[in-house]
């Protein structure tokens, strides 16, 4: 008797997980050559083609390193997972090449998708596993910052490899936390000071759910304030509060700075919750997967929220 509940209760997972798993177009995939194929029969995706590591040539490489590197971490040119268990199986490309970030296709019903890039400023290399020791699939990302690493002997290239754990978390892929913090949003202010490029710009949020934005136009030898206003949808809100919560925003370093792009915009947040006020000045680097996560959802904010001009009385 016992053994036949044991049966059913088997039974009963088996096919709760058949159920829980849908068809996804990548899921017969077995080699790049199949997946080359799928890839064609998409539009958006007709421009991606994945080969094994040794066809990649980088010509800042001088021996052969990023080849080196792939195989000693015992890397494949893609991975099939179900990063956010939504049952469709999604598929990771590694990065194949310079100017070409790693990413991810998401795949949802009717064979719709979204393509998340993962990607770091300063010209950063990415060597991807994927690890299953968590509750989702997640990326076991080595970071090598800078082409010109990879031509240095290797006790030294070591030293300048990053890890990270990235789950898909917020629409993208962002640094594992297994201790988010639980703060309530007060405020967040967000300024971009960019050099040549673009106007200066400045956004301010509150818990009240009210934004305001000053765009600056040069007019006579001078930047012109223009003030809008707008209503920030609760849902936003919470969304900001939950990501500044994950990438602990007070474990994070007051500057990101790289001194070698001289022609970068300069940002500044300015956070505040119940629990830290703080300010994080960025130029031209990114810091965290996070925190770049945090910059593209203000700056998403920034250029479409419904703005309201503010009349100068």
Partial sequence: MRNQFLLLF????????AQTKKHSIFDSIKNTDQLNVVLKGFPKLQNI?????????????KNDNFLKLTDSFHLQPFYLADFDNNGYTDVFLSQQKEGWNARVIMVYPNDSFNIVPIYRLNFSLLFVNIGNNLSQPSLQCRRLEGFLNLNEAKNEMAKKIHFDTLIYKFGSFIEYNAHPDTSS???????????????????????????????????????????????????????L???INYINISKLKDAYINLSAMDASRIKLHIKTTGLDKTINIYAEDGTFGLQLLQEKLYSIFSNAKWTEVTEK
Avoid at 10 to 17: D, K, P
Avoid at 190 to 201: D, I, L, M, V
Avoid at 210 to 228: E, L, R
Wanted: charged share 25%.
């Fill in 10 to 17: 088997l039974l009963i997972v088996f096919f709760g997980n």
């Fill in 49 to 61: 083609k994945i080969g094994d590591f040794k066809d990649v040539k980088i010509s800042r490489d």
């Fill in 185 to 239: 949003f007060k405020q967040i202010e967000f300024s971009s000071n960019p050099t040549h490029r673009g106007s200066k710009a400045e956004m301010s949020i509150n818990a009240n759910k009210i934004a305001t934005k000053f765009v600056y136009k040069f007019v006579d030898n001078q930047d012109k304030p223009i003030h809008f206003t707008s209503n920030i949808p609760s849902e936003t809100i919470n969304e």
């Fill in 241 to 243: 509060e939950q990501l």
